[in-house]
């Protein structure tokens, strides 16, 4: 399975992306296109990591370029053990607000539009 990164919602309250798949240097250059969309939006990414299979160095580097370039501290949501392994061996997880459990925003969150992405907001 190849990896993705799509943004759901790139309105000025919510920058919702979500990340599936592999994420390994496959997906660096689909990340350097949506940088200046997550730029403009200028508001805290949310990042759904829920769907991803596989993450090494390379992808978790263009993820968190394309994460932290708001100008925010980015929300990782929901990420499998290998990227929260290599959050935290790279220093990364500084970086990041890492959210492991999406229901704290789905209940708070979907009714302010802070719900994470693709549970049932």
Excluded: W
């Amino acid at each position: 399975m190849f990896g993705s990164i799509e943004i759901l919602d790139a309105s000025t309250q919510r920058l919702q992306i979500v990340l599936s798949g592999e994420l390994d240097c496959m997906i660096t250059s689909r990340a350097r296109e949506l940088i200046g969309p997550v730029r403009e939006a200028a508001t805290v990414a949310y990042l759904d990591a829920s769907a991803v299979t596989f993450v090494d160095a390379s992808g978790l580097s263009a993820v968190t370029a394309l994460a932290t370039s708001s100008g925010r501290k980015p929300v990782l949501i929901q990420p499998p053990a290998n990227m929260r392994f290599l959050l935290q061996i790279t220093g990364l997880n500084e970086v990041y607000t890492v959210d492991p459990e999406p229901q704290a925003h789905d209940a708070a969150g979907c009714a302010e539009g802070h719900g994470a992405a693709g549970h049932g907001c």
